[in-house]
């Protein structure tokens, strides 16, 4: 199975900034939709956003929207997750995910990997 491996993760104050990464070890999905999910303890795993294979196309959720920026780097086989004015309630474990569109990782009607999942806590 396809490592997707996530960093940038942390602890940071209400208001203050991250930004995750998530790298593929090849260019598997050069061609593949990008994005993040994340999943809170005791809650369902949501959809964050997504980014279509060449960075032309982003969707994201309304509750990041404004808030956080996905972009992708294909030449590092990379994806990022630049999360600003952060707020308690973003704090979960969160996880990049490939799929074959931004409509089909959106409505998870199939992903074809996951990342392993990095902790982010914002404190009040």
């Known amino acids: 199975q396809v490592q997707l491996v996530e960093a940038g993760g942390g602890m940071v104050q209400a208001g203050g900034s991250l930004r995750l990464s998530c790298t593929a070890p090849?260019?598997?999905?050069?061609?593949?939709?990008m994005g993040w999910f994340r999943q809170a303890p005791g809650k369902e795993r949501e959809f964050l956003a997504a980014?279509?294979?060449?960075?032309?196309?982003?969707s994201y959720a309304d509750s990041v929207k404004g808030r956080f920026t996905i972009s992708r780097d294909n030449t590092k086989n990379t994806v990022y997750l630049q999360m600003n004015s952060l707020k308690p309630e973003d704090t979960a474990v969160y996880y990049c995910?490939?799929?074959?569109?931004?409509?089909?990782?959106?409505?998870?009607?199939?992903?074809?990997?996951w990342g392993q999942g990095t902790q982010v806590t914002v404190s009040s």
């Open positions: 995910a490939v799929a074959p569109s931004t409509t089909v990782m959106a409505s998870r009607t199939r992903i074809n990997a």
């Open positions: 980014i279509n294979w060449s960075g032309a196309t982003t």
């Open positions: 090849d260019r598997t999905f050069s061609t593949y939709a």
